[in-house]
Every structure is written in C-alpha cells, then in structure tokens.
C-alpha cells in the first residue's frame, strides 16, 4: 500500500499563476511532493523510532518493548517489557498502564561504536516507600541506557541513568484519569549529545512548579544521567531541570539553523501549546489547587477545571487555568496554541533536507485528535513556520497526507525521511521529492 | 446500580424481545467513523489506552452505549463516552452494537 500525495491543488494552483504571468514570484517556487509509505503495519501502540544511515530502524511498542526492524525487514524483538513474550530478554520491572509504558528511545551519537540506545519506560523498581497513594513521591518513569550486543539481537547492559520520574500510581477523579497519566516520554539526543528527556506533570498539582520533583519538567542530561553543567533552573531547583512548569511534553526536536529547542505539549481541554525553550525558563503551568484565584479541586488537581467533566469556551478555561500563567516572570510564552484548542498535539520534529522544498525548517507536528466538547477532532501532521526569534508563527501548512491517524511519534531519518507511528499501529515513512 | 441495571435489562428486554437485532452494520460503519473512529480506533480495534470495542455481542455494545448516555460512569475516560454517547440515538446505538460485533481491522 502506497499513498500518493501530490499536494496537486497547490501544484496546480501555482501552475496557472505562472501561465499567467501574474506573480513572477511564484517561479522556481519548490513545492515537494510528499509520499507516505507503511514500513511496519500490525503493532501496537508504537510510540517511538531512532533510524540508522544504514536504515535500521529502533521502535518501541508501549506495552510489549524494544525492536528493530532491519533494513532488509526483519523484526528483531530486542527488550521487552513484563511479561512480553518473543524478546530476547525482558525488564521485570518494566510495565505499561494506561497512558504509560515504553515510550521515547534515542540512539547515542556514537551508536556506531558503542551501540547505546536511550530508552524511556515505566518501571516499578524505584517505587520505594512511595507510590501508596496518588498525593506522593511515587517514582516510576525512568530512562535506561541499554548498551546492544555486537548483533543487536539483544541487550548486552542495562543501566539506569534517570530513575527518578514521578508517576501516577492510581485512578483520580479527572478525564483521562486513570493511572499512569502524563508521563512526557520522549526522549532526543540535542547539540553536544547531551540526552533531553521531556516529562508530565503525572496528574499532581504541585509536579510542574516543584524544584525538586522531576515531574512536569524537561531534563538536559549526559549519557549517565548527570546534569549538563550549563543548565540554569532557578535556585534550589534539581539541576537536571532545563525548564519546568510543564504539563504533558510528548514533543522534543532541536531548530537545524540555531539549536535551539522547542517542546510540543497536550493542553487540558484548550491550549495545546508549541514553545521556544529557554535554559531554566517555566513554561507556565502550575495546576495546584488554592492557588492564582482557584479554590479546592478534584484530587488536588486542577488541570482540566473549572467544570472539568463538561464542555465549554476553551477560552473561558484558559482564562480560569491557563496553560501558560503569565503571573509567572520567567514565562517562556508559547510558540502556538493551536487557536486556543486542544486536539493532542504528540510529537514534533523539524523538517532537514532540501527535498523538503518550502517546507524545509518547519517543525512536523502530530495531532492525536481529541473532539471534546465540540472541538474539531483534528487529526493531522502539521507543518510549522516559527520566527527566527521562536516566539511566534508565519504560518502552518497541513501535511498533505490523505489519511488521518493518531499521530504518536515523528521522527526524522538520516536521508532526509520523516517516520510516523500511529495509535493505530502503523509506522509511515514519508518522503518529499523536491521538484 | 442494581436498579440502574435492572432498568436497563427491562428496558432493553421491552424493546429487543423480538429477536434478532434490527441495526444496520454499514450504518453504524458510518456513524463509528464519525464519532468513535478517532479514539478507539479503525474497526474499534482499539489505540493507545482507549480500549478495543470490536468483538463483544450487540446486546453488550447497546447496554454500555445505553449506559454511558444515561450518564453511567464505568472508569476514568467515562466523561468522554457519556459526551459522544449522549446525542445517540436508539436506532444508532442499534446500528453501532451490529457494526462493532463482527468489526475486524484487517
């Protein structure tokens, strides 16, 4: 199964101004066309890829684990979580629960010499003496550095370099509720190979504007876990905090022209956010309840209030819990806000190549689709033109895709290739062919 | 809830007692994709941590579907499924029930 995407209204459209001759302009305009090819088909709830030159590709399923898929098709299954079966090894501890499991996973920049994977999972060995209810410390998202034997059919060494995520260890009394929510998840190595990994806010309302809770924030890392030394969070904070104040940072990729960083994040009910990362900046969310105006809240929560089960004006919660407070002095104000909506935004990356045309520089941004209380569903890859300055957009492009998904993970290739996995349990290889 | 699902159970009795249910399965084809296809996913196979909702008898999808439009919570995403199943009506929760019994994402 193939998908043509031609972009062919555009084409055509562009076409006839030239034959007219009334925008000179629009000469030499590179349009690419866009393809969209499945690699794998029939897995469930991918979340996440790291692609090789060579075209091995590293996937994650959130509940069964760790695979690669060679570059002539084989499926290696390599690490699997609990109770999977077919892997050459498996992590008992590792366990997937609602939203959570294994998500995010990152090749070392030297992967070719040593062969390490960073990988992002639930686990419930550092559980300790916390987890007994859903209002404490309860670790239970790490990151693991899985070093690859020589054949890369299975897992030589494992070793935990972040071990201390919070996570929600039961059901609440909110939408989405259930356990396991709000992990962040995905992890990308950035300038200098340091490890980024983007974090939840785990349903707690006091996560996101902790100083030293690593939940609801974004970490800058070495490959053993230990903190970049220029990162700046404010005093007192954990000095593996690049930014904090977050709330469900599916989304992490580096500008190509200047490094810098930019997050893509769900928003509660409204708000789904793109935003321009600045070292030790907040990113403005801050759920607690007696807290900015608001009173009690379900669970001690109030990221989806007011009225958190029933529809309404997306801008009239904005306004009673918004996704970037701007009380805040160290606001890093968003980049977008999808016009105010929530639809799911999940992962982002920036388009690199020149067979990406126009589109070349613009960040790739899945939508999952969420069509509550009368928001459009949204289901869609868009392509993002932000300031050179990052605080803003010139415009948005829809990838011209004739299908639509649950856009989970976006990945770009070393040969310039976007990969897509979906909720549904496909992963596309989408490539642009500059004209 | 005992009451609640006895109310249920008679009222589904009173409605459905003449056998074989009346749902069209390429209706409710249409009517999943517009309202259910985005979370659950294609043929109700399920996606992320929304659950599979192919598979089960007409009789378990209509009460569920009548359940949520009543208001019935059943777990953490319930406010989600009481919005989308409130505007259903009978005749749809028919057609749905049929579709998603013999639903496969092939």
Known sequence: MKYSICGSRAVSAVAALIMAGSVASAQGMDIPVIEATPVLEGLESPWDMSIRSDGTMFFTEKCKGLSMRSSDGTVTNIYGMSGSEGYAGTGSDLFCEGQAGMMGVAADRNFDQNRRLYVASTSNKYHGEGCKTNHERCDGNIVMRLTLTEDMSSVADRTDIVTDIQYKPFESNQPFGGPGAHNGGRVRIGPGGYLWVAGGDRHRGLCPQSPELLCGKVLRVDTDGNAHPDNDPPAGFDKRIYTYGHRNVQGIDFRPSDGKAFTAEHGPWHSDEITALVNGGNAGWDPQENTAGRGACPDQYCGYEPEQMEGMDPAVRASYMPMSDTRFEDLMPPTWNNNGWSQGTS????????????????????????????????????????????????????????????????????DNALYVATDEGEIYRVTATSN | MPKFIGAISLAVMCVYSGGASAGDAAAGDKRYHESCHACHGPAGKGASSYPKVSGNTVEYTREKLIAYRSGQKFGPNSPLMIMMAKPLSDEEIEHLAVYLKDAKYE
């Open chain 1, 347 to 414: 992962s982002a990356a920036f388009l690199k190549g020149e067979n990406w045309g126009i589109y070349e520089g613009r960040l790739a941004t899945g939508v999952l689709g969420i069509g509550f209380g009368g928001t459009p569903i949204g289901q869609r890859i868009d392509m993002v033109s932000i300031t050179p300055d990052g605080l803003g957009i010139n415009g948005i492009t829809r990838m011209p895709l004739d299908f639509s998904k649950r856009f989970r993970g976006l990945v770009m290739a070393p």
